[in-house]
């Protein structure tokens, strides 16, 4: 049995509540890359070079970035001609497996976060404007506190106008400690008052805000340095995590953020935000091609309890459920 009939036959036989969400957000993602592999499937009666051509186009048109879409065909065309295959319908499971086992394989897939063996544990947020960051401390925060931790935030976008207020708002809906300077300040200045009052009141996660100004690179290089110095010194080993925020719905243009990003500070998670707004869900996969980060959290709605945990098993049913075997 293929490792996708596997989690077929897993997923049905529970049906969890994050099970029906993953589901549901993939829902867009799955429509678009099912039916288009099962019309192909359906139109070609035999596997041959044009065939594979096509898949090659239904893969890139779903964001899975063009290096790895060679490497999935690859490995493809080595099993068919292993198992000397000649319908189309009797590669769907193949066309899948190939895709998670090059996901899953020669990396670190854990969605854990690094948190402090003791102390405050510090997590940096980066990410460019409007792809979802401060809606994310806010999951992120709802989420930890679940879990019976103190949360504090720290409004370090002192840049884009309103960013302050609306986490300060955020903060006020979960009850929780903001730390705030005034708009166009220093932003580490910020973090400076915010690590001081984290310790001083022993809270266990410090979730800090940064600007998103990608198109000004040496600008927010320099900052994010010195963010980053101000916060080893104050917390040895801090930050413990540093979550690159991506917007989902922007495909290709999200993962040449998270290379750029990569480029200027030490990138431990993505957070794909949107997931349930694309029909692109093969993004999980360009990142990971790309820089071989793992994506630690994918936002599947507007509610708090919609950032869920990366999971590849639901992630894969998700995507693929609806591929005729």
Known sequence: MGFFSQIKEKMLGKSTKQNEKYVAGLDKSNQNFSDRINELAARFREIDEDYFEELENILIMSDVGVNMVMKIVDEIKKEVRLLNL?????INDIIVDKMFVIYANESIVTTDIQYASEGTTVILMVGVNGAGKTTTIAKL????????????????????????DQLAVWADRLHIDIVKGREGGDPSAVMFDALKQAKEKKVDVLICDTAGRLQNKVNLMNELEKMNRVITK???GAPHETLLVIDATTGQNGVSQAVEFSKITHVTGIVLTKMDGTSKGGIVLSIK???????KFIGLGERMDDLQEFDLEQYIYGLCKNLVG
């Open 86 to 90: 000649k319908d189309p319908k009797d």
């Open 141 to 164: 925060a709802h989420r930890m506190l679940n879990e019976g931790k103190t949360v504090m935030v720290a409004a370090g976008d002192t840049f884009r106008a309103g960013a302050i």
């Open 234 to 236: 104050e917390i040895p």
């Open 289 to 295: 091609d790309a820089l071989n980060i793992p994506v």
